[in-house]
């Protein structure tokens, strides 16, 4: 039971290798700090473990089952989490829908209790996610341009928490809040991930943040 990337090789195109035969292993309730200098490939990495990318060589495994790579029909068991939440969401699309896409029985939600919106804000907050995250049934009726981008990570990461995932990788996932913010989210997360066993990777600029909470630290070198 773990996240592998095993003997993972990726390049750009025109580009050197970012990675060549790169190894690596996260076990369940590990927390794992991805380290390098900017340009160096760590939000590459974290897009060839979520399944957002396909190593040219090599594979990424979650549990021993290769990681899905571009559209997935069923949840994918590592769920990424973005420094920009923006990038995440479609514009055009309202909060309540973009939650209902990872909620896996939005299709059977309306039973008569009242609005489609509030039906799934009572199913999804029966899973507790909405009180640990702060997320207010107001918010489901807006779009993503009309959030905070505090309150659109709250989304997010509740998004990816809904699919069940057994790994969450965190790419720089609270570095454009306040201080007060980032820890209040970084302390749900941990709490989940501790209740679920879940193992993080993820990467952070923040030495402080590093110390903190990372149980292990792996340093990307070029061409690694």
């Known amino acids: 039971m773990?996240?592998?990337?095993?003997?993972?090789?990726?390049?750009?195109?025109?580009?050197?290798?970012?990675?060549?035969g790169l190894y690596l292993t996260v076990e369940p309730g590990e927390r794992v700090a991805l380290s390098a200098?900017?340009?160096?490939?760590?939000?590459?990495?974290?897009?060839?473990?979520?399944?957002?990318?396909?190593?040219?060589?090599?594979?990424?495994?979650?549990?021993?089952?290769?990681?899905?790579?571009?559209?997935?029909?069923?949840?994918r068991p590592v769920q990424l989490v973005w420094q920009h939440p923006e990038q995440a969401f479609d514009p055009l699309v309202?909060?309540?829908?973009?939650?209902?896409?990872?909620?896996?029985?939005?299709?059977?939600?309306?039973?008569g209790r009242g609005s489609r919106q509030g039906c799934l804000f009572d199913a999804v907050e029966e899973t507790g996610l909405l009180e640990r995250f702060g997320i207010r049934p107001a918010w489901f009726d807006r779009f993503p341009g009309e959030l905070s981008g505090g309150e659109l990570m709250r989304?997010?990461?509740?998004?990816?928490?809904?699919?069940?995932p057994r790994y969450l990788v965190c790419?720089?996932?609270?570095a454009m809040l306040d201080a007060v913010t980032q820890a209040e989210l970084w302390r749900a997360v941990l709490d989940c991930a501790e209740e679920r066993g879940l193992g993080i990777v993820f990467v952070s600029h923040s030495p402080a943040l590093v110390r903190r909470l990372a149980t292990r630290c792996e340093t990307l070198a070029p061409g690694l």
């Open 155 to 164: 989304f997010s990461i509740v998004r990816a928490l809904l699919t069940r």
């Open 171 to 174: 790419d720089e996932m609270t």
């Open 2 to 20: 773990s996240l592998d990337a095993c003997g993972v090789t990726f390049a750009y195109t025109g580009a050197a290798p970012l990675f060549e």
């Open 37 to 75: 200098p900017s340009g160096r490939g760590k939000t590459t990495l974290c897009r060839l473990l979520a399944g957002y990318l396909a190593p040219q060589a090599g594979k990424v495994l979650a549990d021993g089952a290769p990681v899905p790579c571009g559209i997935a029909r069923a949840p």
């Open 94 to 111: 309202r909060m309540e829908a973009s939650l209902a896409e990872a909620y896996s029985r939005t299709s059977r939600i309306d039973d």
